[in-house]
């Protein structure tokens, strides 16, 4: 029953596009799924500073706060960068591998163009005078010591067969810990993967065969978390390891071949004395869980990894980014987890799968031999005469090497994911902790995707506030590697083609006080007059911001003086758009008229609200009078422009206005009130005698069209249940796996037909085709002024210049103002093939007025606008 009710669901959803929800038959909760405020685009960057040598992939980063250098291992180089500025003088270390070597490489069947080339995969430090550094050598891995006083290689190269992968693109995480280097990866194609001690003696290693303690496994990252410190019991330092491997225990969900897992050491292991000789002893692995409850939709795919070290170890945290299995459809989660929730996992009840089903596990129930396996060696053994792990007793060792998986799984904190994103995949993420101007600390975490963005992200009470989004590169590439200095308050991004250095924050990018303190950036806070970084301030008694709310603080600042005055003067029956742009994505627009708030958006009201503007259709002289827009965000109503608004009857004598297009939006999609200076461009005049036919079409025809196209579908949609009710019944006993796999086509269908869901879910809107240029659907999901409703999620953001897969090449051309376009939004459906002139649409309002200028004959008052500021 449940697969028939899922194929009705999906079938509906897909072609009538009742809702402008993902078409997952599990709708996520809306609150997770969270629009970064602001959009800045890379043109707009501010205190940006870049560095590129000759070399690609930048993708190994080490940072030295005290030193103030970063250190930067890329494809065939090294670099010994100033932290303070990326951009001035660097040091390098070409270290290419030789054309032979390359040949071998290629011989062996890869890549000359990406994979026969060292790629630096290690730098760290190991002394106080020397890093240790290992690149894949064009498949044939090499390490070396690194004499940072003179930034030159200082050895022989060293084999590096045991500590770096020969491939490029695979999986690893190494730590340099006192001088001992523990590695993680499958390190050629045809071993299995390991977690390596390997200098000095004695090395360690995971067991190979059976598949018990890795199986396939795929490292993202690792950490040490010193647990000797202050430790009552004389506990051992831990080392932890991050990645995700093939599922092996039995499992309620049909469609996990991968689990994400957390794996650990002691660091003063040594391995048995005879059994589990050179092996750890202290291997145990946990089940990293990060699902949206209720949904049974499940991230298993562990992409990065940030531990936030605390005080203490309880205070520690764990940040981890989450995909989902399916390579073509893309979607993020990021789950936090408490060290302490991990600790008690590897302290409970452990794992086993019987000699013959090995694919079976269950939790053991029997009994535990002492000293309790995997266990660090502590006072207690030691005061038993146990003093290292070569003194273990063979069951006990016998033990851990059978069952190093523990049963219970750990949760993120909350139950759920902090975030969940649709149509994005981060690829690595960064945290750091800022004190804000209530005392409080919060995390902020800086996110990097797979298309070079950076977003920025506060933690509020368990919920994310994303507070921009920052496009690092023209060219989408993704974020390699992400870098917080504290010192010198900024963020350093590696990637394919460069290093960037952002400052942690951009205060004065925020021109009011609303602006400012709607943000709840952590750094920002309002002083009366301009939006400062609090760090800057000693003072912080003036100072106002509103982390918790994001909404208090701006009563009494001076709002009104921002606001724009704008006069329009137009002639009767014309449409007038009156421009207001919001700087958040995460504002909607409100419209009064004398003070009353615009009812009724609907197709008789002659009215519409774009995310740019309003728009007046076929103006009435009754409709003169002051329009305000306003901003309406986290309750708070923040007026933005007012026009003055005249409609007559009779032309005016002067003869029209020579045409002026708006500029371009150049860079951010943020404006501010005082520099914006646009009263003169908004609407030309052009005087063309169309006939009144040429108007939008009639209600009748829309009726008509919109009947038949109902009918249509709902033909199709008959059709396809029939089809998809048979295909259910086959099917009915892999019900988890074919419900899944359905959500997964019916995402990729919905990118790539993102108009026919836009023309359907507008189900009684206009469609004007006749000049040729686009269509215009004007949105009615929000006809009814029905304030309750939640918003409906946005449109997955921009990706500019992306070379994405939409077929339509719709999404080459998606301006970003489109992300912000919900359901009472114009939405800008189509190009016809024979405009030329302006490739791309930055802004919607340049297109509306486009369309309005062919067809209407506007007259702009010979009256200058009043702007004040
Ligand atoms: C960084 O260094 C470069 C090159 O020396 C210089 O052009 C740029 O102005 C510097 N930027 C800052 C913010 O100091
Ligand atoms: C660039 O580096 C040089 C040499 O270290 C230094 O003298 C100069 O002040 C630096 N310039 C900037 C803008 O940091
Ligand atoms: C890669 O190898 C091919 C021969 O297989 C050669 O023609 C090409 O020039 C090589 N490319 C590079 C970048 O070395
Ligand atoms: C650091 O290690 C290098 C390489 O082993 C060695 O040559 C150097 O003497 C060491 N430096 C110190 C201060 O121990
Ligand atoms: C290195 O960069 C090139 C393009 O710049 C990319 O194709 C390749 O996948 C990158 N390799 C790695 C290992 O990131
Ligand atoms: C360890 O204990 C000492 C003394 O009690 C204290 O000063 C120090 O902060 C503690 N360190 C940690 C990491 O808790
Ligand atoms: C363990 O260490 C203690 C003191 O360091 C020593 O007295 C004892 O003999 C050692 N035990 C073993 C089994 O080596
Ligand atoms: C607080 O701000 C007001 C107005 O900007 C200013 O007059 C006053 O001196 C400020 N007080 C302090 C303590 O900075
Ligand atoms: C806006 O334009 C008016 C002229 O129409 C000019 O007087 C005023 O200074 C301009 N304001 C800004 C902020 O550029
Ligand atoms: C607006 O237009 C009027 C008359 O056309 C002109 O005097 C005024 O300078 C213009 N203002 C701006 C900011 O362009």
Known sequence: MMSRDVAWLSCLQLLCGMSSLWAYPFRPPLDLDITPRTTVLSNGLWGCRRFSGTALNYSTLLLEEEAGVLYVGARGALYALQADNISNFSRTIDWEAPEDQKQLCLNKGKDNKTECFNHIRFLQRFNSTHLYTCGTHAFSPLCAYIDDKDFRISSVFEEGRERCPYDPAKGYTGLLIDGQIYTASQYEFWSSPDIRRNSPNPTLRTEEAPTRWLYEADFVGSALVRETVNSSVGDDDKIYFFFTEKSQEHSPYFSHSRVARV??????????????????????????VCSLPDYEFHFNVLRSVFVLEGLRTQDTVLYGIFGLEWKNVKASAICRYSMTDIQQAFDGPYMESQEDTSAKWTEYSGKVPEPRPGSCITDRLRARGINFSTDLPDDVLHFVRRHPLMAKQILPVG??????????DYSKIAV????????????MLFIGTDEGWLQRAVEVKSQLHIIEELQLFEGPQPVDSIVISQKQMSVYVGSQSAVVQLPLSTCHRYSSCFDCVLARDPFCAWDGEECVEITSHTDRSNLTQDILNGNEGCENSAADDLVLHRVRSVMAGDDVLLQCELSSNLATPQWTLHGQELQGYGLNSGYRIGTDGLLVIEARPDQSGDY???????????????????????????????????????????????????????????????????????????????LSLITILGGLCLVLTVVLLYVGFCVQTRRGKYSLRAA????????????????????????????????????????????????????????????SEYTNGLSATLPSVLRKMNGNSYVLLRQSDGDTTSPLYYSFTEELNRILEKRKHTQLCNKPDESSV
């Open 263 to 288: 794996g650990r050491v002691c660091k003063s292991d040594r391995g048995g004395l005879l059994t589990l000789q050179k092996k750890w002893t202290s291997f145990l692995k946990a089940r990293l």
């Open 415 to 424: 139950g759920r994911p902090l975030l969940f994103r649709r149509s994005v």
């Open 432 to 443: 750091h902790r800022v004190t804000a101007l209530d005392g409080q600390t919060y995390h």
């Open 628 to 706: 305000s827009c306003f901003a309406l965000e986290s309750g708070v109503r923040v007026p933005v422009v007012i026009y003055t608004l005249t409609i007559r009857h009779d032309l005016p004598p002067v003869p029209p206005i020579d045409m002026t297009h708006p500029p371009h939006q150049s860079g951010t999609t943020h404006r501010t009130a005082q520099t914006s200076n646009r009263s003169n461009l908004t609407l030309h005049p052009a005087p063309a005698p169309h006939p009144p036919q040429l108007e939008f079409l009639s209600l009748r025809n829309m009726e008509a069209m919109y």
């Open 744 to 803: 997964a086509q019916a995402e990729r269908k919905r990118s790539g037909h993102m108009e026919l869901k836009t023309i359907s879910s507008q189900c009684n809107g206009k469609v004007d085709t006749h000049d040729g240029l686009l269509q215009i659907v004007p949105g009615e999901a929000q006809a009814s002024p029905n304030k309750d409703l939640p918003p409906a999620p946005p449109l997955p953001p921009p990706p500019p210049n992306s070379e």
